[in-house]
């Protein structure tokens, strides 16, 4: 059986890491500062912005959560980002997604200061990445399996990485984060999706296969080569009538096949989400600390 990869126990270690750094800022009279707006009533968005606060209370970042109705306009948002990249005591900003339809999303990241783009979405953040400079911000979720290889023992270098899905949140710079000429990275990475020819004969080759395309179990044993490292970075809900709540949370690995020839395996839930938030706590330090010019570790 594969061996367990603990997104939480990593996730906590990081946690740890990152609410020490915030109390050596405040020894300084700096206070990390945090503010997410959420646009409307989507469940599984109250359920991520409910958990970041709680995050930051407890590693000592100040946060506050803008709610908004879904009926907010462009305008009454673009309004609410300009007076967060304003305001000095705001070091990171997310705009939780998704977004109501009728706003638009790509304008919005555009807006956020990139020195307060704490998930790493605006475009100079993403070609800062691309093109190997190291002062820009990582998105979350990618630099938070890149973190769960490394503290689990995989490190990536040298290694064949296959990645299914290319989405601007996940494959996309996951890829970019590997590819890098950079310690932790040093990968031969292998993008596939859902036109990808022969995909079970790519997988197949991975040495690390991450798991990114949104459907439930969609990695099955024989897409997986025996001694892989599997990273499922997929949440969905599957009907469950066994279930109070009428679903199931899956991943897209089908866990217990899989994880019988794998040589290790993230569990879902408790594998990469736990990772996310820690790696956005870490960002907003980091920008923080940057905005006030100061060091890691002074």
């Not at 009279?29 to 945090?34: C, E, K």
Request: aromatic residues 4%.
């Amino acid at each position: 059986m594969a061996k367990l990869i603990d997104g939480r126990k990593i996730a906590e270690n990081i946690r740890n890491e990152v609410a020490d750094e915030v109390r050596r800022l405040k020894d300084r009279g700096v206070n990390p500062h945090l503010s997410v707006v959420l646009v409307g009533d989507d469940p599984a968005s109250k359920v991520y912005v409910r958990m970041k606060g709680k995050a930051c209370q407890e590693t000592g970042i100040g946060s506050e959560t803008l709610i908004f109705p879904e009926s907010l306009s462009q305008d009454e948002l673009v309004r609410t980002i300009r007076r967060l990249n304003a305001d000095p005591k705001i070091n990171g900003i997310l705009v939780q997604s998704p977004l109501p339809r009728h706003l638009d999303e790509h304008a919005v990241i555009e807006l956020i200061d990139p020195i307060k783009d704490v998930d790493a979405f605006h475009p100079y953040n993403v070609g800062k990445l691309a093109a190997g400079f190291t002062d820009g911000y990582l998105p979350c979720t990618p630099v938070g399996v890149q973190e769960l290889l490394l503290r689990s023992g995989y490190s990536p270098e040298g290694k064949h990485v296959v990645i299914v899905g290319r989405s601007n949140i996940v494959g996309k710079p996951l890829g970019l984060i590997l590819v890098q000429k950079a310690k932790g990275a040093n990968a031969t990475v292998t993008w596939c999706h859902s036109r990808t020819r022969d995909l079970p004969e790519i997988t197949r080759s991975a040495d690390i296969l991450v798991a990114a395309i949104g459907q439930a179990e969609f990695i099955t044993r024989e897409m997986v080569k025996p001694g892989a490292v599997v990273i499922d970075v997929g949440v969905n809900r599957v009907p469950d009538e066994a279930s109070d709540k009428g679903y199931r949370i899956a991943g897209d690995v089908a866990f217990d096949p899989v994880s019988e020839i794998a040589e290790a395996i993230t569990p879902v839930p408790g594998g990469v989400g736990p990772m996310t938030i820690a790696m956005l706590l870490r960002n907003t330090v980091l920008a923080c600390r940057r905005q006030h010019g100061i060091e890691k570790g002074v």
